[in-house]
């Protein structure tokens, strides 16, 4: 995979990706809609360098949502769109 990224030895990168879907029937929260749901994503990024002693890694995290109502309990203060770990 080195090769194809172009990068040298010691250079690694991986990630994954999840994809949820949730839906609240009959919700008894007051001020809230009966009925809600919500599409999540969430993809991390990791990438690693190491040389002999030397070793640096990023990991970066996107999570975004979908379908919420615009009175729900999930707001942009619970999703992050793009954060460093």
């Known amino acids: 995979m080195n090769e194809a990224l172009g990068v040298g030895n010691g250079f690694s990168l991986s990630g994954s990706h999840r ?9 008894v929260r007051s001020g809230t809609s009966i009925n809600d749901q919500i599409l999540t994503f969430r993809t991390i990024l990791n990438a690693e360098y190491q040389q002999d002693r030397f070793s640096a ?3 970066l995290m ?4 979908k379908l919420a109502d615009p009175d729900s309990l999930i707001s942009t203060g619970n999703i992050n769109t793009l954060d460093f770990l």
Do not use: F, H, W
């Not at 949820?20 to 919700?27: A, P």
């Not at 996107?62 to 949502?65: I, M």
């Open 19 to 27: 994809t949820r879907y949730e839906n609240v029937g009959e919700n």
């Open 62 to 65: 996107d999570s975004r949502q």
């Open 57 to 59: 890694q990023l990991e």
